[in-house]
């Protein structure tokens, strides 16, 4: 089952009820199966727009968004935002308006799609 968590400051509570604390404030958070995806405050990550980190069940740091390069933008993209697009796949939603596709437990980009 994947859902959105409730967040507040840099915490997060897991489904089981589990309070996990993290370094940055928490803009949104989603849980997939044993995978937490965790879109960071960007203010925070001036020098790149790598605000989303993948950890698994116990709260361990899996991975970290890799810089995208979208049509006309330059590389300052953050992310603003998670949503839950299959059982399989969530989009990491950027301040221009582009969703990128990744896997939740790895990491790796999948795709991309404009929403504006």
Not at 28 to 57: E, M, P, R, T, W
């Amino acid at each position: 089952m994947n859902s959105k968590l409730t967040t507040y400051g840099n915490r997060v509570t897991l489904r089981d009820g589990r309070v996990l604390a993290f370094q940055f404030p928490i803009l949104d958070a989603v849980q997939f199966n044993d995978a937490l995806i965790v879109c960071y405050s960007f203010d925070h990550f001036k020098k790149n727009d790598c605000n989303v980190f993948g950890y698994d069940k116990y709260g361990s740091l899996v991975w970290q968004v890799k810089p995208q390069k979208v049509i006309g933008y330059n590389n300052k993209n953050p992310y603003a935002g998670i949503r839950i697009e299959d059982d399989n796949t969530a989009g990491l939603i950027n301040v221009r308006g582009w969703v990128i596709i990744v896997d939740p437990s790895t990491g790796e980009v999948m795709g991309k799609d404009w929403t504006k």
